[in-house]
């Protein structure tokens, strides 16, 4: 399983756009990239995935470079509410959800 | 309408006793799981569990069991709790990834475990 870095926190101010990006420089060939956002007393919820280059859902969008070493997680004009753990997970859903590895994630802290 | 749901939220217990917590999902999903995140809020697997196969994650001592009536339901048993069982506990359900070529599982509010 490729191991993920996050960075451990960041800060944002209301509207502007944030991107966390998720180094994965042992990324396989038939490994997807999740992203996760987990408020506190709550459980995580699924944002996006993708394989490569850019995926964009009405939350999010989340660009991948050609090397697939690094991705980047863009949430357009942040509110308050955006305030959370954000996961980035890296693996093949193909060989069963037992796979998902969570690690530290991101703190964003957005502020008004 | 709650898609997955746990009960009790709140635990708190005596060490050396045996608990249980539920957890029921409305999702229609074949695979359920649980996890648990400490203090430091990582988030681990411990079971992964459809009406195929029941996979545990070797590091979750075998004080934990996993009882499943139905597919919809995935009841996590503790025996002999100790202190460092204190955690949260979430359950989790998908339908079998293998094949859909997507990780997406639906999290449950999570059980807050104490044990004292």
């Known amino acids: 399983l490729a191991k993920t870095t996050q960075p451990i926190s960041m800060d944002s101010y209301e509207g502007q756009e944030v991107n966390i990006t998720c180094s994965h420089n042992?990324?396989?060939?038939?490994?997807?990239i999740t992203w996760y956002q987990q408020f506190p007393s709550q459980g995580p919820r699924f944002i996006i995935q993708?394989?490569?280059t850019k995926v964009t859902n009405e939350v999010a969008s989340l660009f991948i470079p050609a090397d697939r070493k690094s991705s980047t997680l863009s949430l357009p004009r942040v509110s308050l509410s955006d305030t959370a753990v954000y996961y980035c997970?890296?693996?093949?859903?193909?060989?069963?959800?037992?796979?998902?590895?969570f690690g530290a994630g991101t703190r964003l802290f957005v502020k008004a | 309408d709650t898609a997955v749901s746990q009960t009790p939220k709140y635990l708190v217990t005596q060490m050396g006793n045996d608990k249980s917590i539920k957890c029921e999902q409305n999702?229609?999903?074949?695979?359920m799981y649980w996890y648990k995140q400490d203090s430091k809020k990582f988030l681990k697997i411990m079971f992964s569990y459809n009406n195929k196969e029941l996979i545990i994650n070797e590091t979750v001592p075998n004080r934990f069991s996993p009882k499943s009536p139905d597919k919809a339901h995935l009841n996590l048993h503790i025996n002999s709790l100790e202190l460092g069982d204190s955690a949260v506990y979430f359950c989790?359900?998908?339908?079998?990834?293998?094949?859909?070529?997507?990780?997406?599982?639906?999290f449950g509010p999570g059980t807050r475990l104490t044990v004292t």
């Open positions: 989790a359900s998908s339908q079998d990834t293998r094949g859909t070529g997507t990780y997406e599982q639906y």
């Open positions: 042992n990324i396989a060939t038939n490994d997807y």
């Open positions: 997970l890296v693996g093949d859903p193909n060989t069963g959800g037992f796979k998902t590895i």
């Open positions: 999702l229609g999903h074949d695979t």
């Open positions: 993708g394989y490569k």
